[in-house]
């Protein structure tokens, strides 16, 4: 099994929509990340979290909303979508000691 | 605040050539790590090599080496004997250690290696 999963792997839904995207680790890492990747401008930090009651906003926080169900779980949630969150959507897992960050395999999300 | 900057948005370079790839950081950290990322077309984020700062000694991983210049704030990647499965995004990043260990990423550097 893949050390981080993301679900769904593609998703395209309309304008106003809810949407869940949801990430798994069987790693055991205290930390958790998503990130949404754009071309020409990287991946930014959209939420993180250090542990299950410790949430917090990364720099493009607004739209976008987290819930961190379990140490293993943790979801990301738009609740109206809007077609400029269309993008490359990763989740992460890190331990916190300077070790580099661990990623999934990415959601792409199309907003049409 | 931490920027990281890739001036190269797309190169190319021959089957069994070298090419670098350039990155800069502007922190006022004085220890942190860097290190480059690869994005093949399954879109996948692996990491190729780190660097830490307070370490002098350039980091190689097989056909991969950096070009770690502290003062200039400069961290480029050397592909050697370059191979098909080379070509990717490539992404140079920079980590804070503290308060949190937060990762700043480059726009990223599109490599195609051709035949």
């Known amino acids: 099994d893949a050390d981080v999963t993301q679900t769904p792997r593609n998703r395209i839904t309309k304008t106003g929509k809810r949407i869940m995207l949801e990430c798994s680790q069987t790693k055991g890492h205290d930390r958790m990340y998503w990130y949404r990747q754009d071309p020409g401008l990287g991946l930014r930090l959209i939420y993180y979290?250090?542990?299950?009651?410790?949430?917090n906003k990364g720099e493009i926080s607004d739209g976008y909303s987290v819930s961190r169900q379990a140490q293993a779980k943790f979801s990301l949630s738009l609740e109206s979508a809007i077609p400029n969150q269309t993008a490359l959507y990763f989740c992460?897992?890190?331990?916190?000691?300077?070790?580099?960050?661990?990623f999934g395999d990415g959601t792409r999300l199309s907003i049409l | 605040a931490q920027t990281v900057t890739q001036s190269q948005p797309e190169m190319s370079v021959q089957e069994a050539e070298t090419v670098t790839l350039s990155c800069t950081y502007d922190?006022?950290?004085?220890?942190?790590?860097l290190f480059w990322y690869k994005q093949p077309p399954s879109r996948q984020m692996i990491l190729v090599i780190r660097?830490?700062?307070?370490?002098?000694q350039n980091a190689t991983e097989n056909r991969f080496s950096v070009n770690f210049q502290k003062a200039a704030k400069s961290f480029s990647l050397k592909i050697s004997d370059s191979q098909l499965g080379d070509t990717a995004m490539y992404f140079c990043a920079f980590m804070k250690l503290r308060p949190y260990d937060k990762v700043i990423f480059g726009p990223g550097t599109s490599l195609s290696v051709i035949p």
């Open positions: 660097q830490e700062a307070y370490k002098q």
């Open positions: 992460a897992i890190g331990t916190g000691n300077n070790q580099p960050q661990h």
């Open positions: 922190t006022s950290e004085s220890n942190y790590y």
């Open positions: 979290s250090f542990d299950v009651k410790d949430i």
